[in-house]
């Protein structure tokens, strides 16, 4: 295997590990899932339709989402916004989150 | 808009009923949402070829449903050390009791190729079954959470056992399995006893001694617990204290039927059509000393068995 391929790999893995955050960081506010996807390519986070749709489904089945269709420019969309589990949630994670780049960053030194 | 509502139809097929509505609309939503922003950013309509690679990004309608379901594995990375471990005991199982019986038919059978094929038959065939029972009960017990500490119990003492210097060969322990097998069968008459062509076209039998008959049971036992203990030991692939100890009983009890053999007074008796007694007499020495020579050699490994054992179980 190429070193590119080495790092190209690694570097989804690294997003997947963090793609359950900044799904539920975004989702403090309403989104349906192409704004989402939007959103999160605008602050440099492109993910594919396959992974994320299903990801916030099973967010929404976890109970750390709710949602709820809506017309919207005559067309049906599911908006998701965070639970209080999520909300609660995502505090937690949040501060692991921070643990680990805090120890990381030390180690990276 | 036609290839998305193709695309749409053909994912549904991939989903569940429950969700197939549900999916639909959400990617549609997404998809016509996307297709409104490149139009806006181009200033024209999309052409089908760009809708085209638009839903190529997106991915076959198989993957993106798949990836909508959980459990899209038969075993999970949780789940399956454990099923690899029980399939191949399960298989090896499958391959001694295949053997064992295929062995015994051929004994009394046909041909040695046409037993060969019939073994190489029965342990695919009944491999097969196996593999997929044994997936078959792997994947429901990971589909009601089958509670993973029970399936993974083990003690910190017992892994010793597992050490690589305790492994064995799975070949080495399965040539020993057959051996015994057919010198169990020749020693129950099983095997017919090889006559040897004579002058005149007659021939000679050479068998063993009645002395043989108050050994007869006790070689039987010994040798039957030999084959329990290799394919104990061939299911496991390595030694444990169990099969240490009873090896070591086994060769003890192996070197007492020599001690009890070497005081017979007669060993074989030689049917042949000869007048001269005196060569007579030098054949029946000659066998003598084969069978003293194999009686040496098998009281050697014992005895050497018995040492190594003994060490092992030290470890």
């Not at chain 2, 322990?173 to 090889?194: K, R, S």
Request: with cysteine.
């Amino acid at each position: 295997m190429e070193h590119s391929e080495h790092s190209k790999k690694m570097k989804l893995e690294l997003r997947r590990g963090v793609l359950v955050l900044a799904v539920l960081a975004e989702l403090r506010e309403e989104h349906y899932g192409y704004s989402l996807r939007k959103n999160l390519a605008s602050k440099g986070l492109d993910i594919d339709e396959g992974t994320l749709y299903p990801l916030i489904r099973r967010l929404e089945k976890q109970g750390l989402l709710n949602s709820e269709w809506r017309e919207e420019g005559n067309r049906k969309k599911r908006f998701y916004q965070l639970s209080d589990v999520g909300k609660s949630t995502l505090k937690q994670v949040s501060k692991d989150w921070q643990e680990v780049e805090t120890a990381l960053n030390i180690i990276l030194k | 808009m036609k290839l998305i509502e193709n695309y749409l139809d053909s994912l549904e097929t991939y989903l569940p009923e429950e969700m197939k509505q549900d999916v639909r609309d959400e990617l549609k939503a997404s998809l016509m949402g996307q297709i409104d922003d490149s139009q806006e950013e181009l200033g024209r309509e999309l052409t089908s070829d760009e809708i085209e690679a638009l839903l190529k990004k997106l991915g076959h309608p198989m993957q993106v449903a798949s990836a909508y379901q959980p459990n899209q594995h038969l075993i999970g990375a949780d789940y399956f050390p454990a099923y690899r471990k029980a399939l191949e005991i399960a298989l090896a199982l499958t391959a001694i009791i295949s053997i064992v019986l295929a062995v015994s038919s051929a004994i009394t059978g046909r041909s040695v190729i046409g037993a060969g094929i019939n073994i190489f038959a029965d342990i695919l065939h009944n491999g097969l079954y196996v593999f997929g029972l044994v997936t078959l009960v792997f994947y429901l017990m990971e589909s009601y959470n089958a509670d993973l500490s029970k399936i993974y119990a083990w003690s910190a003492k017992d892994l010793k056992f597992n050490s690589k210097r305790l492994g064995l060969s799975r070949l080495e322990t399965g040539f020993e399995l057959i051996a015994c097998v057919l010198f169990l069968a020749w020693w129950n008459n099983m095997i017919p006893t090889p006559s040897y062509g004579w002058a005149n076209n007659e021939t000679a039998k050479i068998s063993l001694s009645a002395e043989w008959q108050s050994v007869l049971w006790s070689v039987n036992i010994v040798i039957a617990l030999s084959i329990a203990v290799g394919a104990y030991k061939f299911v496991l692939a390595t030694w444990d204290r169990f099969s240490l100890m009873s090896e070591i009983a086994l060769s003890i009890a192996t070197l007492l039927i020599i001690a009890q053999i070497v005081q017979f007074d007669q060993l074989i008796t030689l049917t042949a059509p000869l007048e001269d007694n005196e060569i007579l007499v030098k054949l029946i020495t000659h066998f003598d000393k084969v069978i003293y020579s194999i009686l040496a050699i098998v009281a050697v490994v014992s005895a050497w068995d018995i040492l190594s054992n003994a060490r092992k179980l030290r470890a």
